[in-house]
C-alpha cells in the first residue's frame, strides 16, 4: 500500500521567514495530494492540494510544489506569520485508493 | 452549507463496552471516511462508505465497523473497547464523482477515552 514520509517532524521559524516541508510517496499511481492544517483541539483544514498533471500551484503566501519522477512533493510558506503555527499534513491517494494516507506531520512553530 | 458534524463530541467508556460515534456529512456528498489519529501514529484510516456500501478499509481489527445510511449518515462502531482505543475519531466527507483522489472535508471529531 501507499506510504508517506513527511520531514521535518518540529520546524521552529521567525515571523516573516519561509517554512519548507517536504512528503514522499510510494506509489506511483497516487494522482492526489493535499496538505491539512491542524491547529491545538480543531478539525484538519484543507489548505492547498495538488493533482499530478500540475507542477505547481500556489495560493498568496502558500504554494506546492510535486515532482512525480522523484516522488516527492513540498509546501512553501512565505512569509510566516504566528498564526500559521499548527500542525501540518501532508497526504497522497488516487489510482483504485480512495483513501488519504498522511504522513506523521510537522509541528510548525513561528516566533514573533 | 453546513460542514461535517460528529456526535458526540467527547465519550468516556470503561474497558469492554462498545461505542457508536455518528458522522453526518456536508449535504450532496455521498462518501464518508473514518480516521483514528492518535499522537503515536498520526492519522491511520479506518474505512469508507459510499452508497451505503464499505469501498475501502484500513488495518484494524474486526472490532471496528461502520455503516452508512441512504442519507450518507455515517455511523462507525468499536466494540470490546481497549485502552489503546483512546483517540480522536474523525470522519471526512467527499462529493465522490466515482474516482478516487477527490477533496475531503473533517468534522471536527470525536475524542473518546477508555478508561
Known amino acids: 500500500g501507499e506510504n508517506v514520509e513527511q520531514h521535518p517532524s518540529t520546524l521552529s521559524v521567525q515571523e516573516g521567514d519561509s517554512a519548507v516541508i517536504k512528503c514522499t510517496y510510494s506509489?506511483?499511481?497516487?494522482?492526489?495530494f493535499p496538505w491539512y492544517k491542524q491547529e491545538l483541539g480543531k478539525r484538519p483544514q484543507l489548505i492547498i492540494d495538488?493533482?499530478?498533471?500540475?507542477g505547481e500551484k500556489k495560493d498568496q503566501r502558500i504554494a506546492v510544489t510535486l515532482n512525480k519522477t522523484a516522488k516527492h512533493f513540498s509546501l512553501h510558506i512565505t512569509e510566516t506569520q504566528p498564526e500559521d503555527s499548527a500542525v501540518y499534513f501532508c497526504?497522497?491517494?488516487?489510482?483504485?485508493?480512495?483513501?488519504?494516507?498522511f504522513g506523521k506531520g510537522t509541528l510548525l512553530t513561528v516566533n514573533p | 452549507k453546513a460542514g461535517v458534524t460528529q456526535t458526540p463530541r467527547y465519550l468516556i467508556k470503561t474497558r469492554g463496552q462498545q461505542v457508536t460515534l455518528s458522522c453526518s456529512p456536508i449535504?450532496?456528498?455521498?462518501?464518508v471516511s473514518w480516521y483514528q489519529q492518535t499522537p503515536g501514529q498520526g492519522l491511520q484510516f479506518l474505512f469508507e462508505?459510499?452508497?451505503?456500501?464499505?469501498?475501502n478499509k484500513g488495518n484494524f481489527p474486526g472490532r471496528f465497523s461502520g455503516r452508512q445510511f441512504s442519507n450518507s449518515r455515517s455511523e462507525m462502531n468499536v466494540s470490546t473497547l481497549e485502552l489503546g482505543d483512546s483517540a480522536l475519531y474523525l470522519c471526512?466527507?467527499?462529493?465522490?464523482?466515482?474516482?478516487?483522489?477527490?477533496?475531503?472535508?473533517f468534522g471536527p471529531g470525536t475524542r473518546l477515552l477508555v478508561l
Open positions: 495538488i493533482r499530478s498533471n500540475v
Open positions: 462508505y459510499f452508497s451505503e456500501t464499505q469501498r
Open positions: 471526512a466527507s467527499s462529493l465522490s464523482r466515482g474516482q478516487a483522489g477527490e477533496t475531503q472535508y
Open positions: 506509489d506511483s499511481a497516487s494522482n492526489y
Open positions: 497526504a497522497a491517494s488516487g489510482g483504485s485508493n480512495y483513501k488519504l494516507t
Open positions: 449535504s450532496g456528498h455521498r462518501s
